[in-house]
Structure formats: C-alpha cells, structure tokens
C-alpha cells in the first residue's frame, strides 16, 4: 500500500471583534419589575456556560442560574428590577470571553402612553404560528402591552408587521382595533388575538421554502408593533427572534444535482448516498425519473424503485438484492428524518437529488477519504482538508478535488481545502467530490479564547500569510 504523505496543518487564530446589534425584548420596564428577557444577537457567538449578562445599574440584578444560551445568537435571563432605582436609559451586555454586546433598555417613569413588546422565543419557527386561517390555534409567539397613563384614548389600532431582509422584506402584518383604553389602564394582547392577518405578495420564496418543512427558513425575523389613537401615535416597539433550525435541515452531498441542474453522470450500480443531518433516524426513498418530469413534487409521487426505514446514519449503500439501476434512466431520491421535540416527533424532507445511470465506464477509484474525519476549531481558525482516494486493492493517491461546505454558513473553502471557520457554533460537513465519488468530514466550530490571538499575530508576521489563508 503506498504510504499517504505526511501533511503538515497550519492553524490560525483570527480576533473577535466587538459587536453592538440585535435586540432585547422588551427593552423597556417599570421601575419594581421582574422582566424575562429576550436577547438576540447579530454574528455574535453566545455560549453556554460562558456568556454573562449584566447591567450598568449595580442595583439591577440577574436571577441565579436564569441565564440560558438557546443558540449562538439568542439567549434568555430575568432580571430583578427594585422599586427605587431611577428611571432612565441604561444597557444589558452581554460578555462571551473577549466579545462584547450592548443593547439600550429603558426605565419608564410611571406617566405617559408606553408600548412594550415581548418576544417568545421560538426555535424553530413554524409557518402555522402566523396562519392566517387560524391564528386562534397558533402557539404563543409575542405579547403586546399598551400602557396609557394619561387621559383616556379611543379608537386604539394596532399594526404588526413581520419583516425578513433576506426575503424581500415585509412577509406579513396584522391589525388589531382595541377601540377604548380607559385613563390609567394597561391592556395586553397577543399574536393569536388580531382582528386581520395579511401575507405580503412578495413573500413567495419564503412561502415555498416554508411549505417544505412546515418551519420558517433560518434567520432574523423583526417584529415591528406600532399603535395610534384618536390622540395621534401612542408609541411602537421592535425586536428580532433569530431562527436557527440547524436541526432540521438535511444537506444532501451525493450522488446528484438538485433538479434545477442537469442530472448528474453516476456509474456505479452500487451508488453510495450520503448526507448531512443531526436528526435521529432517517427513511430514504429512490425513484425513478419519468419523461419530461423535472419537479421535486411530481417526482416524489412516482411508485418508489427502493426504500429504506429507520436508518440511523447519514449514509446508505444501494444494496445488491435491490432493484438492479437500468442503463439511460434517471433516477432521484429524498430522506425523510426524524427528530424528538419539544412539540414531539417532527418529521422533515430533504431537497431531491437526480442522476442518470450509466454503465461501465468512468471507474477508477473505490472511493475517496477526507482527512481529518472530524476536528475542532475556533471561530476564525483555519484549517487544511486534504482527500485521498483509494483503489480497490487498498492502493492510495493523492487527489484533486471540489471542495464544499455544509451548511454553507459554516464557513469557506478554497480549491486547495483551506477551511475558515465561520461565527455559527455548530457541526457543519467538508465535503469533497472526485468524479462521481464523494465524502465527508466534520468540523465543529466553538469559541476563538483570548489565548489565541498572540499566537496568531505570531503566525503571521512569521510566514507573511495572506489573508485568506
């Protein structure tokens, strides 16, 4: 067996920058309050464990133990506020080793026309939980306080409107008439309990990508809430919910293209499928592509050629006592996972993959390894993937391949596997692809520590590297 050279790594470690974005809902308080809070960060890196929220009030105090890191964007504390401090603006920051986020909050003195919005956080978000059709059902996603400490108002109406960039901006609104709010009264309501419900027309891809799922696609979803009366504008509020729902997607990595791309060229009868998922189990379906079919949707209703329940890894082997592929056809497959809830068991599917079977030609490697098979990195941090190929008799090469990262938010690579670690702590697959041959390892990222970052000015002024690298 020939020998695999020895690879020498290079590992880099970049500064955290201090970061000033997101929200903390709600963002305001009385004076004797006990408040939930909801923070949201933007390209921040929250921690369990490590993150440590406070105040710049020594008299506003953090409940033991309340902090609790739901993603590396959001977290949820409680704060006791005493009756005596002033009222005034202050700031929550939240400190992760050596990043730094601030966010304004406000005491209210007890007069005036106040309105407060308070976010539920919700990880992942569903589509049912903005229904229109039947928003009595929906889960509790936000609250609304109008507080009116001054004379009494009518004709109170209150607009929400629900806002993703990324998805061209307004996805939906909501309008609610409360008609009167006496002197001296505060009213609440929720996102179940509007009069109208609207989906904006330019929310189609967000619709489509929904409607796969059942979940809303992961990002920042600003929830805007401004009130008017008979008296003018009473006051509005915002805040964001950071969706992440890593756990539910499934990356496919191969054999195939998505189905907006031409078929790719498989010539093994034996093909071996592989994706990326942190589910728990998986069933995964084979079909074959009929003429003039090219829709994910009328593909899947085709009669199965194989399946497979309850797999437990993200791989599969097209077994030998399977239906034998035909030479010329097309063929394409989906997995269905499943992951255990705090709503139960959710179910899930992936995008469809297509390829079309030919026979005998194109094989020259068994298949192809990706090393290291797993390693841990810091944000920031740089790392060198390299893959080997194997022939059937156990021979190795050295070999060149498309390199590719899974989600692509964890990071980026170069043709030459250069990997840069990117702000989301999670697990994320470097796949490489040779040919019709692919596989996979797994980086997962943590948090860059302040240790590193001499040793990384040490680096480069050492090897003069470029920033890419």
Known sequence: MKKIPLIVVIVLFLPTAIYSQGSVTPNQAYPG?????????????????????????????IVAGSTEVTSWASLTTRIIIPPDVAAGPYQITVT????????????????????????????????????PDDPQNSPLVFLIEIINNETANTNVFATFTLRNEDYGGIIGTAEKNYGKIKENESVQFD??????????????????????????????????????????????????????????????IGP????????????????YFQWFSMANAY????????????????????LPVYQEANLGTTQF????????????????????????????????????????????????????EVIPDEVTLNTGEIYQFHAVGFHANGDTVQINCDWQ????????????????????????????????????????????????????ELFIKTYGLDKKH
């Open 405 to 456: 990262v899974v989600p692509s938010f964890g990071g980026t690579i170069d043709t030459a596997g250069f990997f840069v670690a990117g702000n989301s702590l999670s697990t994320f697959a470097i796949v490489a692809k040779y040919n019709q041959l692919s596989n996979y390892g797994t980086v997962t990222v943590s948090y860059a520590n302040d240790s590193y970052f001499d040793m990384y």
């Open 191 to 252: 996102n179940r309990e509007f009069d109208n419900y609207n989906i904006e027309s330019t929310a189609g891809a967000l619709l489509d990508e929904a409607m796969q799922t059942g979940m809303l696609p992961p990002g920042e979803y600003l929830y805007q809430i401004s009130v008017t009366s008979n008296e003018g504008d009473m006051g509005d509020d915002e805040g964001y919910n950071i969706v992440t729902n890593i756990i539910f997607s499934i990356d496919l």
């Open 33 to 61: 309050d006990t408040v939930n809070l909801y923070i949201a960060g933007d390209g921040t890196n929250f921690q369990e464990g490590v993150s440590i929220v406070s105040v710049n009030n020594d008299q506003i105090t």
């Open 317 to 368: 082997l097209y077994p030998n006592y399977a239906e034998l592929l035909e030479t010329g056809k097309t063929y394409a497959w989906q997995v269905k996972a499943y992951f255990e809830g705090s709503m139960g068991q959710e179910t899930f599917y992936s995008d469809v993959f297509w390829f079309s079977y030919m026979q005998g030609e194109g094989i020259y490697l068994d298949h192809i």
């Open 96 to 131: 992760t080793n050596s990043e730094v986020v601030s966010y304004d909050f406000e005491l209210l003195e007890p007069s005036g026309e106040h309105v407060i919005l308070t976010i539920i956080p919700a990880d992942p978000l569903y589509l049912s939980s903005f229904d």
């Open 283 to 302: 069933d995964f379906t084979l079909y074959e592509v009929m003429e003039g079919q090219t829709a994910p949707d009328e593909i899947s209703t085709n």
């Open 256 to 271: 195939g293209n998505p189905t907006d791309e031409n078929p790719e060229i498989v010539y093994s009868p034996n093909p």
